[in-house]
C-alpha cells in the first residue's frame, strides 16, 4: 500500500486543481450496486431510506473506504418543486419493475412542441409549477415537493453522518445540463426533430430556463454545503450532434452554468455519458484547474487526456461491462493502464465509467479500490 | 419527384418529404417506386453517417421521416406486399433486464429502411421468446440492444440458447447500445459489437453475404 500523506479532502482537491496528490483518488459511483453487494433487494432500499443509507455504508467500508462518496443513498437532493432536472417518470423496484430490479428511466414525451412558447414566457420553475399536475394526470406538485423536501433534509442528515467518519459525498447538487433537460422533456428523438424544425422556439425556452436551472442548482448547495455541482450532460454531445448545434443549444448555457457556479466557489462536475471527444476542445475555455471531465469509457479517456490533461482534472473509466464480466485482474491492469497515462502528472481521479453497474461483481470493485491505493504509476515522478 | 423526395429526406425536411409522398400517390405513383426512392435516400443518410458527414442526429431524423413516409405508403404496400424486396430477416430486441428503447426502435427503423425485414420484439424480452422467434422467421440475424448491464445475462441465455437449439451456427449475433462494449461481445459470445448504426447495417449485409462470420469468430 502506498503510504499516504494527504487526506481524503486534500487528495481530492489537489486533483481537481491540477497538483499532484500523494495517490489518484479513487471512487467508485455506487448506488444499486452498494445494495446489492449487502444482500438487500433493491426494493428494499427503495422503500426504506435507512436501509439504503445502511447499504451505502456497509458497501463504502467492505470496499476499504475510498476518496468521495458519489451519493450518500439512493436519491438526488432537490428543494420541493424546483427540479434541477426535467422530472422523469423513473420506474422503480418493487413497484413498477421486479423487487430485485435497477431502477430504469421510462423516457416519454413529458411537454409538447407548444409547450416551447410556455417555458419562453414562464421560465422553468413557473412552467413546472404549472404544468406537472397536467403531465402527471392530477398528481399535486405540493405532494412531490413535500416529499423531495423530506428527502433533501435526510440527505442533510446524512451528510452529516459521513463527515463524522471522514466519509465525503461527492456533490452538493446536481443539475441537467440545457440540451439534457430539454431531450428528457421531449424525448431524443422528438427533441431532435425540433432542432431542425422549430430552433427559435427550442432557443427561447432554453433562453428563459437557464436561470431557473442554475439558481436552482445553487439553492441546494447553500443547503447541503458541499461545493460540487453535479452537471448531467449526454444528450448535447458529438455522439448525437454536429458542433453548431452544440454551440447554439449546449455551450453558451453551460458557460453560464460554469460562470455562476466558479463565481460562488464550486466545482463543476460534468458527467460526460456517450462520446465527447468532438466537444473536449471547447472545455479549454473553463478555467484552469476549476472543473472535472467525467468519462464513461465511450469518450477515449487516453485522447482526452492529450486534449484536457494540463488543463482539466479528468475522471473515469473503469467501463460497466469489465466490471460485470471481467475478472480482477483484468480490472486491475486496466486500472494500472488509467494511472499510468492519464494519472501522469495528476489531474486524474479513477472511478467508474458512469454509475458502477448494479450486477458488478464486488471483487472487481474491489479490485479497482485496491489499484488506486497500492499503484502509484510508472509515470510518478 | 425521386430527386425531389431525396434531396427533402437529404435536407432534413420532413414536411417537404411528405407532401411530396401523398402528391405522387395522388398522381397514381407505385408505391413500391417511392419507398425505392426513399430507400435510395435512407442509403445515402448511412453513407453520409459513415464518412462523418452526418452524425446520429440526421439517422434519427431522417429515419422518423421515413417511418412516417412509410405509413403513409402502407395500404399501397399491403396491396402488393413482395417479400422478394427484403435483404435478410431480423429479429431485434432489448433483452430481459432493460427497459430501454431509443436505440432498438432506431436500429429497427434503419434495417427496415435499407430493406431488411424486421421483427422487432420490444423490450425486456426474455431469451426463450427472442430464440423462438428466430426460429418461426427462420432468421439470419439476432439484434440486441442495450443499455445497462443485467441484459447482459439475457444476451448470454439467448446465445446459450441458439446452441442448444443447433441455431448458433446459423444465426449471426449482432450487440449495441450504450453498455456494450468488444470486450462485452467476446464474453458473452455475440459475433459482432458496434455502437454505430451504420456499420451494423453493414455487419449484417456482410454477413448475408457469407463473409463475415467467420471472420468475427
Known amino acids: 500500500m502506498i503510504r499516504e500523506t494527504m487526506s481524503r479532502q486534500e487528495r481530492f482537491k489537489a486533483a481537481v486543481s491540477l497538483e499532484k496528490p500523494d495517490r489518484v483518488p479513487v471512487m467508485p459511483l455506487m448506488t444499486a450496486f452498494a445494495v446489492r453487494s449487502q444482500g438487500m433487494t433493491q426494493g428494499t432500499a427503495w422503500r426504506d431510506p435507512d436501509m439504503g443509507f445502511k447499504a451505502m455504508l456497509d458497501t463504502f467500508n467492505d470496499l476499504g473506504g475510498f476518496d468521495r462518496l458519489y451519493k450518500p443513498n439512493l436519491f438526488w437532493p432537490m428543494i420541493g418543486g424546483r427540479f434541477c432536472s426535467t422530472p422523469i417518470r423513473v420506474l422503480i423496484p418493487g413497484r413498477q419493475l421486479p423487487e430485485d430490479s435497477l431502477n430504469q428511466i421510462d423516457e416519454r414525451v413529458l411537454i409538447s412542441r407548444d409547450d416551447y412558447d410556455k417555458l419562453a414566457t414562464l421560465g422553468w420553475n413557473a412552467f413546472w409549477d404549472e404544468h406537472y399536475e397536467k403531465m402527471t394526470g392530477g398528481r399535486k406538485i405540493s405532494y412531490v415537493a413535500a416529499t423531495q423536501n423530506q428527502l433533501l433534509n435526510l440527505y442533510k442528515e446524512e451528510v452529516t453522518i459521513y463527515h463524522g467518519q471522514d466519509i465525503h459525498p461527492l456533490f452538493g447538487a446536481y443539475v441537467d445540463s440545457s440540451m439534457m433537460a430539454f431531450s428528457m422533456a421531449r424525448t431524443l428523438t422528438e427533441f431532435t426533430m425540433d432542432l431542425y424544425e422549430v430552433p427559435e422556439k427550442v432557443k427561447s425556452a432554453m433562453d428563459a430556463s437557464c436561470d431557473d436551472l442554475i439558481q436552482n442548482a445553487l439553492d441546494v448547495v447553500a443547503l447541503t454545503k458541499i461545493p460540487v455541482v453535479f452537471i448531467v450532460l449526454e444528450r448535447g454531445s458529438g455522439f448525437y450532434y454536429r458542433t453548431d448545434i452544440f454551440d447554439q443549444f449546449e455551450w453558451p448555457y453551460l458557460r453560464r452554468y460554469v460562470d455562476a457556479f466558479i463565481s460562488e466557489g464550486l466545482t463543476p462536475w460534468f458527467h460526460l455519458d456517450t462520446d465527447w471527444s468532438l466537444n473536449l476542445p471547447y472545455f479549454r475555455e473553463f478555467p484552469k484547474g476549476k472543473c472535472v471531465a467525467d468519462l464513461d469509457g465511450t469518450t477515449d479517456i487516453f485522447k482526452a487526456k492529450e486534449i484536457l490533461g494540463d488543463h482539466m482534472c479528468i475522471s473515469g473509466d473503469v467501463q460497466a461491462a469489465l466490471l460485470t464480466l471481467g475478472q480482477p485482474h483484468e480490472v486491475e491492469a486496466y486500472c494500472r493502464r488509467l494511472i499510468d497515462e492519464v494519472g501522469k502528472n ?18 472487481n470493485v474491489k479490485a479497482m479500490v485496491d489499484t488506486a491505493k497500492n499503484y502509484r504509476g510508472k509515470n510518478w515522478h | 419527384m425521386k430527386e425531389k423526395l431525396k434531396a427533402a429526406i437529404l435536407g432534413m425536411n420532413r414536411q417537404k418529404a411528405i407532401d411530396l ?23 445515402e443518410v448511412g453513407k453520409r453517417f459513415e464518412t462523418g458527414e452526418f452524425f446520429l442526429s440526421e439517422l434519427i431524423y431522417s429515419a422518423e421521416v421515413f417511418k412516417e413516409v412509410c405509413a403513409i405508403l402502407e395500404p399501397g404496400l399491403m396491396a402488393k406486399q413482395n417479400s422478394d424486396e427484403s435483404q435478410g430477416v431480423v429479429v431485434i430486441g432489448t433483452p430481459k433486464g432493460d427497459v430501454h428503447d431509443l436505440g432498438k426502435n432506431l436500429m429497427a427503423t434503419l434495417m427496415r429502411s435499407h430493406s431488411f425485414t424486421v421483427y422487432d420484439l420490444g423490450v425486456d424480452v426474455p431469451h426463450e421468446n427472442l430464440v423462438k422467434e428466430v426460429k418461426r422467421r427462420k432468421a439470419p440475424i439476432l439484434a440486441l440492444s442495450a443499455l445497462i448491464t443485467p441484459a447482459f445475462v439475457s444476451m448470454r441465455a439467448a446465445i446459450d440458447l441458439l446452441a442448444a437449439e443447433g441455431l448458433r451456427k446459423k444465426t449471426f449475433v449482432i450487440i449495441g447500445g450504450g453498455v456494450t462494449t468488444d470486450f462485452a461481445r467476446k464474453e458473452i459470445g455475440a459475433d459482432a459489437q458496434t455502437m454505430n448504426p451504420a456499420e451494423a447495417i453493414r455487419l449484417c449485409r456482410r454477413h448475408l ?7 468475427q469468430l
Open chain 1, 346 to 363: 495528476g489531474g486524474f481521479i479513477l472511478t467508474t465509467g458512469c454509475e458502477c453497474p448494479i450486477d458488478a461483481r464486488f471483487e
Open chain 2, 21 to 43: 409522398v401523398e402528391k405522387a400517390l395522388s398522381e397514381g405513383e407505385d408505391p413500391f417506386g417511392i419507398l425505392k426512392t426513399c430507400r435510395a435516400a435512407m442509403e
Open chain 2, 209 to 215: 453475404k457469407g463473409s463475415d462470420k467467420a471472420e
